[in-house]
């Protein structure tokens, strides 16, 4: 019995003191939900947005307001404390309603806010809760345009807080942190302040500070009786464990605000860390004395199927994988993220350069202006504990809209020019009023007009974005440009802020090109990459573009609207390149035989298996079906082996030091396709020299070849490209298909595809797409005596098989459209051992873009 009341006693005790400490709840369960104009609604959970399908159909998605509600119960106990609801962000304008009575208003949509609703609450009763959030273009809004999309929603956690009467400040910019300064750091001291505002100021109110080591040991207490608002402490750590991506050493901190009874009223935890670092002009990136190259990516917050309404766990598991790869520099682009970001990176050991969304143009308004200050301000006083942090950015290819506007006036540009300086200047300034210890940067595209302009002068430090041997050719032009930028401005740090082209991990080949998509020239372009930049001791570092491929609903690459320039893919599986990185960057063996997604080797006579494994070693070996033991030396963190293999399936497995890595692989030679077609059909992905594997199926399409010594292939024509310079066919994204890849390359010009098979039954399956959306879809036989006169660009040819007339006048434009997958069959008998497929032109040059042949 004695023990049953000390329990119930301790419990009492627990309870009291949990109901006077600061209580914090989420609140993201079972809220309505429904669009603007909309009579449906729906049950949903946050984080939500109600783009995560639409931005990636057609091209397009809502933009406009979404309206959340839901009845919460106040108790009646909660009426002599204060309520507020914390928003971790919500995009982009944002109003809520406490009982039909508005409690606040917030602009932007990549930071936090807080609301008090104490006074528009009914204490022990239901209150009805509504928010509206819009995020329809706002001109005065940043960001106006960019590569990514623009998710409407509640999309990050929602929290509801409990103070005392008396509290520290959550209101405001910086949305209830409390500042952490570390305004002196070396090896021997390091200085600390702790400052922030108190609400409710009563008589006989201390705060109680506590700091623990990065153990968990205690370190520091003070106290201190609070006479005003505003409060500060100051305090020394001898001999501090600094931090760093090695040692990512993380100390705590605790405040207490305690009434004159000793009642604890409100709290406030947080971590920080002590280090000091520059950016040196020749030495690079020094972090507590030492230089340290930064290596990492870029990253977008938003995730396959759910945009940008991620859970924890998903940011959580980013930024280990990031950690893993052996990375040790993120950039948030383009925009602040999740508060759990910042608290992994700090753990992890991930130095962050974080930004604000003022991209790709400027308004020349006060409004612009001032929303783009206010997102600056928050954003640092938000963060500005995190250790982690070591850049606040501000701008990113701010003229690349000027730049590629071909009609705008003369005056239009001096304009925008001038208030995008004027706007940089304003930023740089109240990022340095606000932290003068940390660095500025700007993250520039490759133009004149940033050097031209000035604006390049402003901040710390120029990231340059940079995609040499993808929207500029030459990949070795990169070094030039490094040179030459450093040459002209010697006082300049530069990191290349942006590099990489775009890949499908359902594209590969063995002789990659710029612009095929291949998971190979991704491979190339990056060590490529690393090798001119770590070739160069001035510069600071480089973070690739993208870790993960990401929504942009204006994209129409091989993967319609999604950017693929990711390490990983929109689902976090990884690319090859990926392990790459690990070869390049991790100190402990690693060993990845690369080709994941390239286990079917097509073969002529005199080809070998070309085989890369990735390694931090200088040599390896590769184990070929447990017997046969290759050696071959690394370069660049490559080995590279040429297997003369049988055909079938082969197992392979690669040796480095003690890692160990083991793939299987099937070696099918391509003389035997057509023995074998009654088996399995022959897919041809013509005017392509890549193979295209379907993700649904795993059915693989061959590269294309000439019928000249081949039992089969093309006679005639070439490939069709788009641009001379760039594109390997067409980057459009094509309708009514999700094999955009097949379609996206073909052969045109051609005079036919001839397969050499014996008499019999096949059907053949013809794959088409008009890729110039200038030809006309007019029917020329409809014109009478005035054909000869048609300016217009005309496509329309005939199609015989084995002389037989199967398809007259085909015009895929008047037929079926333009950018539209087009697929016909043919059943067809043959009585010769040759199957011919010719393409007649009427008008302009026929094409072709895929082949199946299958045997009946």
């Known amino acids: 019995m004695k023990i049953f009341n000390l329990l119930l006693l301790c419990h009492l005790f627990l309870s009291f003191g949990a109901q006077a400490q600061r209580q914090v709840k989420t609140m993201n369960s079972g809220w309505e939900f429904k669009l603007e104009n909309s009579a449906e609604s729906e049950t949903v959970n946050i984080p939500h947005t109600w783009n ?82 819009d995020n329809s273009h706002d001109l005065d809004i940043p960001p106006l345009e960019a590569d990514f999309n623009f998710y409407g929603g509640i999309y990050r956690d929602i929290k509801m807080i409990v103070t005392g009467k008396s509290h520290f400040k959550l209101t405001g910019e910086r949305a209830g942190n409390l500042l952490i300064k570390t305004p002196q750091v070396s090896r021997e001291k390091a200085r600390i302040t702790f400052e922030g505002e108190v609400e409710g100021i009563s008589k006989e109110l201390r705060i109680e500070l506590n700091i623990r080591d990065p153990k968990g040991e205690n370190l520091s207490s003070q106290k201190k009786d609070i006479t005003s608002k505003d409060f500060i402490f100051e305090l020394d750590i001898d001999q501090p464990n600094l931090w760093s991506p090695d040692n990512p050493n993380l100390y705590s901190l605790e405040a207490n605000l305690i009434d004159r009874d000793g009642k604890i009223l409100d709290s406030f935890t947080s971590k920080f860390g002590c280090r000091w670092f520059k950016a040196d002009p020749e030495m690079g990136f020094i972090l507590n004395g030492k230089p340290i190259k930064l290596i990492g990516a870029n990253r977008h917050q938003d995730f ?239 973070a690739a573009w993208n870790f993960a491929d990401f929504g942009s609903s204006g994209r129409q690459d091989s993967r319609p609207y999604i950017n693929q320039k990711g390490l990983v893919n929109f689902n976090r599986e990884p690319k090859d390149i990926y392990h790459y990185y690990q070869a390049r960057l991790l100190e402990e063996d690693f060993v990845y035989i690369a080709g994941k997604d390239f286990s079917s080797c097509y073969l002529n006579k005199i080809e070998n298996v070309a085989v890369k494994v990735f390694s931090n070693s200088d040599e390896v070996a590769l184990i070929v079906d447990d017997n046969e033991k290759l050696k071959a030396q690394v370069k660049d963190n490559i080995a590279e082996f040429n297997l003369d293999l049988p055909e079938g399936k082969h197992r392979l497995k690669a040796i480095s030091g003690k890692a160990e890595h083991q793939r299987d692989i099937e070696v099918i030679f391509r003389k035997n396709l057509l023995a074998n077609i009654q088996k399995e059909p022959l897919r041809i992905n013509v005017g392509a020299h890549t193979y295209f594997t379907e993700e649904q199926t795993g059915e693989v399409w061959i590269r294309d070849q000439a019928f000249q010594g081949n039992q089969f292939g093309y006679s005639g024509g070439e490939i069709f490209q788009q641009s001379a310079s760039k594109f390997q066919g067409t980057a459009s994204n094509i309708a009514l298909t999700d094999k955009e890849p097949l379609f996206q390359t073909m052969r045109e010009g051609l005079d036919s595809y001839n397969f050499e098979v014996p008499a019999g039954n096949y059907r053949v399956s013809l794959f088409f797409t008009e890729p110039n959306r200038k030809v006309s879809a007019r029917n020329i036989y409809n014109l009478g005596s005035d054909a000869a006169e048609i300016k217009e660009e005309i496509r329309s040819f005939d199609i015989l098989i084995n002389d037989h007339l199967v398809e007259e006048d ?21 009585e010769e051992d040759l199957l011919r497929i010719e393409f007649k032109p009427r008008n302009g040059k026929p094409l072709l873009s895929g082949i199946k042949l299958e045997k009946l």
């Not at 009845?71 to 309520?83: A, C, G, L």
């Not at 200050?373 to 850049?391: G, K």
Request: aromatic share 12%; hydrophobic share 35%.
């Open 304 to 542: 396959e199927n759910m945009g940008n309404a991620v859970p924890n766990s998903i940011h959580q598991k980013d930024y280990k994988m990031i950690k893993e790869m052996g990375a040790n520099f993120i950039r948030t682009a383009h925009y602040p993220q999740d508060p759990e970001v910042y608290r992994i990176c700090d753990e992890l050991g991930l130095l962050v350069w974080t930004e604000i969304p003022v991209i790709n143009d400027v308004t020349d308004t006060d409004a612009y202006h001032q929303n783009s200050i206010n997102m600056q301000r928050e954003q640092i006083l938000q963060l500005y504990n995190h250790p982690s942090i070591v850049f606040w950015g501000y701008m990113n290819e701010i003229f690349i809209r000027l730049v590629f506007t071909g009609n705008m006036s003369e005056a239009a540009r001096k304009a925008k020019i001038e208030t995008s300086v004027e706007l940089a200047k304003k930023l740089e300034a109240e990022t340095k009023k606000l932290d003068s210890n940390r660095l500025s940067v700007m993250a520039l595209h490759e133009n004149e007009i940033y050097n031209s302009s000035k604006i390049a002068d402003i901040p710390d430090v120029i990231g340059w974005n940079l995609y040499f041997g993808w929207y500029t050719p030459g990949l070795e032009n990169l070094g030039k440009f490094l040179d030459e930028q450093h040459k002209r401005f010697p006082d300049r740090p530069i990191l290349i802020s942006e590099y990489g082209p775009g890949s499908d991990s359902r594209i590969q080949t063995n002789t990659p090109k710029p612009w095929d998509y291949s998971e190979s020239y991704q491979l190339k372009s990056h060590v490529s990459y690393f090798n001119q930049v770590l070739e160069r001791d001035y510069m600071l570092g480089m």
């Open 52 to 133: 995560a399908r639409d931005a990636f159909t057609k091209g397009q998605y809502f933009r406009g307001k979404g309206v959340y509600q839901k009845q919460i119960f106040i108790p009646q106990s909660w009426e002599e404390r204060k309520v507020f609801l914390k928003f971790e962000a919500a995009n982009q304008v944002t109003k809520l309603f406490v009982n039909d009575k508005l409690a606040g208003e917030h602009t932007g949509g990549y930071t936090a806010f807080v609301f008090e609703l104490s006074d528009k609450l009914k204490f022990g009763q239901e209150n009805q809760i509504r928010i509206e959030v």
């Open 810 to 830: 085909l015009n895929l434009a008047r037929d079926y459209g333009i950018l539209q997958a087009v697929e016909l069959n043919y059943e067809i008998s043959i």
